[in-house]
């Protein structure tokens, strides 16, 4: 075979590669045909050659996510028309869609390699995604209480209470304290109580981001029976 591009350009290789340097439109390539006895035939093919207008960049909605919280990234528009986006994470590739949307609930530089029907392709810029870090809590102290007898629960590292932080604490699914990195309790009788503890933090967008602590169980025991004396 041989390709005659239109452009005074041509080549012998089959399958072959071309890239057009414009302008766009429609460009017609003839192509050789020829047989083992040097008989030959033409056969024009048209194409169609589109200037790559592709342009945009990425974003991501809520701009300042809680840990665990999804978040979903945008590929914005600004010139041309793309049919289909791959989204990467870093270097990790992710997903293709037909759509310019994708969740995700990690932080990282997150970009999309778009293209459209010509096969024109951009690569939008590196876009990161941060999130709001909430301190893990965990209870400390005894699981055995004894009844009239106060205990005391800790949250561990004290929250920056200046800064807008601080600790609930919920016992038996009633909050109980806020504020406070430990929790006093006393009981006249006998029972099983279920504490979390959860932590908040300003988010800088707005609001609040909170974690809560696995369970932690205290049970409260009776008296001790009075001794059998004879």
Known sequence: F??????????DLNPVDKIFDGPSGTVTINVTATNE???TSIWPYNVTVATNSLNGFISHLPSSPCEGENVTLTYNNISGTPTNFKWYKETEYLSSSLVNTKVINYAGGYWA????VYGCEFAAAVHPVNYVEVPEGKIS???DQCINVAYTLDGGAPVDVLGGSHHEWIRDGVLISSFGNSVTELFTAPGVHTYYLITVVPNPGSGFCRDTS????????????????S
Request: a negative charge; charged letters at 15%.
């Open 113 to 116: 390699y778009v293209s459209d």
């Open 37 to 39: 006895y040097g008989c």
């Open 214 to 229: 696995d369970a932690f169980v205290v049970t409260v025991h009776g008296a001790a029976a009075p001794p059998l004396i």
């Open 141 to 143: 102290g005894k699981q």
């Open 2 to 11: 041989h390709w005659d591009f239109g452009d005074c350009s041509e080549s």
